[in-house]
């Protein structure tokens, strides 16, 4: 019995490589096998400028942002609620006061109210924005999709404040601007602006009105900010720019808002005026009686990641220069089926001539006296 000791030999590198060459999906075709021609260039120019237009205003939507909106039950009632006043009344401020009562008949200390006497009449740069400022909160109420490009601003900080005065008022400070804040406790309850200012008392509060005139009674205001939550810059509430004038002395005018808690502390109001010339019943002011909705929105901003807008971007050029080839290739079987059929073009049939016993020039005639 004999034993071949030969080793048998390994693949060599140039094996190897063969086999990676036959893994090869995108096989190259010499460039003598190639035709070119003027619909594939056309088409090929048309696709290239399809590709980077819409590559183009694809980039545009990777920088876009959206709103993104979560819901889930508010389980934070420990925790106090503020709330941002900037309104004007035209009274004097030595005439009015302002404080909040909550369900539980609490009186919340209003020492973070400022009570400053302005001029109710706004001066033109101030009318011009508050003019402004109405018109957004019109088509706000129209256009509910605008509220993302508001939130948008919030992310960045806009400001929506009433812009200070520019010129100095001649006329006389016949009006009260209460600005500021307060902290109440998470249940409804109610802000208030009336005659005389608050003292507390055993079953609740009461007003000193009874030494001011019916005469100076005029609750005409206008609000220029009211929020709740922490104030941010940028964002428009729905009762900004909100300006009642009364016709009577003894008017009240009723607000009921409906407070969703969220990142951003949004509501929703409705309103009611009350004329005690016409014989409604009630208390002159202004009253803004709210309540908290159980229910919390999370409002956050959305950003493309960078592999979606690559996978996108390939799927642009990818379908276009597909589709365009396909569309190239089908429209050319047309035009070559239609051709064929009706003789034209390349398929149209060629000219016979004789010239000297010869078919255009180049084929022999047959004849009886051909030899066979």
Known sequence: VTIDNREIPEPSQTDSLNFVKELDAFPKVPESYVETTASGGTVSVLA?????????????????????????????FTSKLRINIDITVAMRCQFVGA?????????????????????FELSPQQRLWHRTLLLIQNRLREEHSLQDVLFKNVMKGAPTALPPREDDPTQPLNACRIHGYLYVNKVAGNFHITVGKAIPHPRGHAHLAALVSHETYNFSHRIDHLSFGEEIPGILNPLDGTEKVSADHNQMFQYFITIVPTKLQT???????????????????????????????????????????????????????STTGMLHSLVGFCIDVICCRFKLGVYKPKSMSVFDGHVNSLTPL????AEH
Request: glycine content about 6%; proline content about 2%.
């Open 48 to 76: 290239f400028t399809a590709m980077a237009l819409l590559a183009f205003f694809e980039f545009f939507v990777y920088r876009d942002t959206w709103m993104k909106y979560e819901y889930e039950v508010d389980k934070d």
């Open 99 to 119: 404080d909040v009562l909550d369900l539980a008949e609490t009186m919340v200390a209003s020492d973070g109210l400022q009570y400053e006497p302005v001029v």
């Open 267 to 321: 509501y929703k109001v409705s309103e009611r005026v009350i004329n005690h010339a016409a014989g409604s019943h009630g208390v002159s002011g202004i009253f803004m009686k709210y309540d908290i909705s159980s229910l919390m929105v999370k409002v956050t901003e959305q950003h493309m990641p960078l592999w979606q807008f690559l996978v996108r971007l390939c799927g642009i050029i990818g379908g276009i220069f």
């Open 366 to 369: 047959l004849s009886e006296n």
